[in-house]
């Protein structure tokens, strides 16, 4: 088996880590651009596409029969299909590509097809991972609790009821919670938060994942916590 990985550097070293070389029997290239995937890729193989989300037209480019992940953190599969508005896609599966979230013990995944489930465990058994199914929603399960998570503590600290690592002591002591809400803030990154709320804010209109300005304010000036 073959694996092309399309992402940035950040998030080729997070898959690197999850899925080491020198597995028997399975080879990868990592691309880092758009652009090389026509002359890199052939039918057969297996990708995984961190970055298919920014440019829902390159799904025309996979052949029906190949399998291909995408990242779906902030994009419903089906919306995904309807933008590349394809009679006859690739087998297409959802997965959480969001930096610290990817290289988990289980890969969270969504199907647009669920007879593309046997496919799905082929795969996940020859890269020895763990999969969890999920809906097909705009931010899966975990991007959508954990960054809903983050925004309630956005708002503590906008209205200056505690500080950062007050809120992150608090929240690890008082609901056994592995990490604080600011430490993942920091590990998947703002702009990755911000981008997931909105789309789930979008999709929902639900008060729970409106964006607070603090955080706005903090993603608009690329800054981190």
């Given at each position: 088996m073959h694996i092309v990985v399309l992402s940035g550097p950040e998030m080729a070293s997070e898959f690197k880590q999850k899925?080491?070389?020198?597995?028997?029997?399975?080879?990868?290239?990592?691309l880092h651009s758009h652009n090389l995937l026509d002359e890199q890729l052939?039918?057969?193989?297996?990708?995984f596409d961190f970055l298919l989300h920014e440019q829902p037209e390159r799904l025309s480019m996979y052949a029906p029969e190949q399998v291909v992940f995408c990242n779906a953190a902030t994009i419903q599969l089906a919306a995904l299909l309807q933008k590349a508005q394809l009679e006859e896609p690739c087998t297409l599966i959802g997965f959480n590509g969001l930096p610290s979230l990817f290289n988990r013990p289980v890969l969270e995944v969504s199907l647009w097809d669920t007879s593309c489930e046997a496919k799905?465990?082929?795969?996940?058994?020859?890269?020895?991972?763990?999969?969890?199914?999920?809906?097909d929603r705009v931010g899966m399960v975990t991007p959508r609790m954990i960054c809903m998570i983050i925004n309630e503590a956005f708002y503590t600290l906008q209205e200056q009821t505690a500080g950062v690592e007050d809120i992150d002591l608090g929240m690890?002591?008082?609901?056994?919670y592995p990490k604080g809400p600011f430490e993942w803030a920091r590990q998947i990154g703002t702009a990755?938060?911000?981008?997931?709320?909105?789309?789930?804010?979008?999709?929902?209109?639900?008060?729970?994942y409106k964006i607070c300005p603090l955080l706005k304010t903090m993603y608009l000036r690329s800054e981190a916590v």
């Open positions: 899925f080491p070389e020198g597995k028997e029997g399975i080879s990868y290239t990592f052939k039918p057969t193989d297996v990708v799905l465990t082929e795969v996940c058994e020859a890269l020895g991972t763990e999969y969890l199914l999920v809906n690890k002591l008082g609901t056994n990755n938060v911000y981008q997931v709320l909105q789309a789930v804010y979008e999709d929902t209109k639900e008060e729970r």
